[in-house]
């Protein structure tokens, strides 16, 4: 199974701030990675595919990079309504796997 | 508009059984791909399994804590897709939910739609 390994799980900041959020690959998975946010108690809502692929509807401020083992999400100016939590997902191979999640909140 | 709504979530015993069912609409259900993927209470998303499209001869992939026990199939005639869980165990209590699956051009990925969840919880 492909592992995938997010960092930071938490982490703390400001409304404006430009925040950066990694996903680590056990193994290379080209570009097959997508990012989502969830807020409590709701599902939660696609933000990018294909590594960089922005998804319909999703501001701007929300981007994605990478391939083969390291990915990024970045915020480039973070938002009262971007304090969430983040997971990547892998549609490389079966089982598909999800990070562990990134939990960001108010500094 | 897409809407998946879930239903059958509720309480069961170990070794019990349930379904859950996802009604679909607003897209063309028979096209996609879908998922179904959970969350434990304070825990992160686990991906469960995925039932394929008439082409792909609705062919399944599970998750391994969940091959053998849980079932996934679709009615393209109903826009409808089901989870059968079998042998529950108390560590499948979770939010269930349903995502419609996409074509990136390349491959499937779930999770451009999601379901509102349905709560399943198991215990005596």
């Known amino acids: 199974d492909i592992q995938l390994t997010q960092s930071p799980s938490f982490l703390s900041a400001s409304v404006g701030d430009r925040v950066t959020i990694t996903c680590r690959a056990s193994?290379?998975?080209?570009?097959?990675l997508v990012w989502y946010q969830q807020k409590p108690g709701k599902a939660p809502k696609l933000l990018i595919y294909?590594?960089?692929t922005l998804q319909s509807g999703v501001p701007s401020r929300f981007s994605g990079s990478g391939s083969g083992t390291e990915f990024t999400l970045t915020i480039s100016s973070l938002q009262p309504e971007d304090f969430a939590s983040y997971y990547c997902?892998?549609?490389?191979?079966?089982?598909?796997?999800f990070g562990g999640g990134t939990k960001v909140e108010i500094k | 508009e897409v809407q998946l709504v879930e239903s059958g979530g509720g309480l069961v015993q170990p070794g019990g059984s349930l379904r859950l069912s996802c009604a679909a609409s607003?897209?063309?259900?028979?096209?996609?791909?879908m998922d179904w993927v959970r969350q434990a209470p304070g825990k992160g998303l686990e991906w469960v399994g995925r039932?394929?499209?008439?082409?792909?001869?609705?062919?399944?992939e599970y998750a391994a804590s969940v091959k053998g026990r849980f079932t996934i199939s679709r009615d393209d005639s109903k826009n409808s897709l089901s989870l059968q869980m079998n042998s529950l165990k108390t560590e499948d209590t979770a939010v269930y939910y349903c995502?419609?699956?996409?074509?990136?051009?390349?491959?499937?990925?779930?999770?451009?739609?999601w379901g509102q969840g349905t709560l399943v919880t198991v215990s005596s």
């Open positions: 607003g897209f063309t259900f028979s096209d996609h791909y």
């Open positions: 997902q892998q549609f490389y191979s079966y089982p598909l796997t």
């Open positions: 995502t419609r699956g996409n074509y990136s051009g390349v491959n499937w990925y779930s999770g451009d739609y």
């Open positions: 193994q290379g998975i080209s570009s097959y």
């Open positions: 039932i394929r499209n008439k082409p792909k001869a609705y062919t399944t």
């Open positions: 294909a590594a960089s």
